[in-house]
C-alpha cells in the first residue's frame, strides 16, 4: 500500500517559479503535493510543455475508463473506480494551476493578485487530491490502479490569456464539479457511506470559492461586456457553456457561486447540440 503524501505547510520560502515547476513537471505524487510558501518577487517565463510530468502509476493511459453507473456505486470496486476519476480530476487541476502560475505574467499589483488566488485554489486542490487518495487506500486501492485520461490538460495550451483560463477552469470545469459533487454526494449518503459523501461536501464548499474567484476577475475584466458576453467570447472552442452544467443542474447553487442573475439566466437556457453536455 503506498504511503499517502502529507498536505502540510512547508516554512521554508521558494520562488514560485521553483514552486510551480516542481509541481508541474515533477514525475511522482510527492512532488504535486509540495507546500512551500512561495516568494513572488522575480517573474521568470516559462514555455508549456506538451504534458505535465508524471510516470510510473501516474502516467496517463490511452485506455478509457468508462464511469460507474450509479446504482452500483455501494460497490467496492465501482466506489474505486468513481474516487479514482475525482482524484485525477483534481491532480489535472492541480498541474495546470502551477501552468497558470508559470504561463501568465505578473507585472502589476492586479496581476500578482490573481496568481495568488490560483496559488490558494491549488492547495484547496491538493487536499482534496489528498482526501480521495487517503479514501481510495482505505478501500484496498492506489491512485493508478485504473486508467487516467488527460483531457482537461490537453485544454491547457488553449488558455493563452488569464480571461480563458478563468472562463474554462473556473466558470467551466469547476461550476460543473458544483452539480457533480452535490449529486454524488446525495448518492453516496443514501447508500450509508457518509464518508465518501463528506469528502464530496468538502469539495462542493471549496469549489464555490474557485468559481466566484473566477467570476469575480472576469467581472473586473469585461469593460462594457455583460459576465455572460465576456465568457462567452473567452472560452475556447469547441468548449460550450453546456460543460458548466453537471448532472442535476442546480440554478441556485450556481448563483451563490457566480453572483450574477442575468449570467444564470443565460446559463440555464443556453442550448447546443453536444449530447455529452446534455447531462440533467
Known sequence: METLPKHSENSDKISYFDFSREILLGNNLEAKFLANSVDWSEYKTFELPHKPGRSGRISFSSERMKFPKAVHLNENDMKAMALHSFANHELLAIEMMAAALLVYPHSSEEHLRFKRGIFSALRDEQKHLSLYIG???????????????DFFWRQMEKLKTPAQYTAMMSLTFEAANLDFAQHYAEIFRNFGDHTTASILDTVLEDEITHVAFGAYWMKKWRADKTLWEYYLQSLPWPLTPARSRGIGFDPVLHERAMNDAQFMEELKNYDDDFKITKRS
Open 135 to 149: 479514501r481510495l487506500n482505505e478501500l484496498g486501492y492506489e491512485f493508478g490502479d485504473f486508467p487516467l485520461n
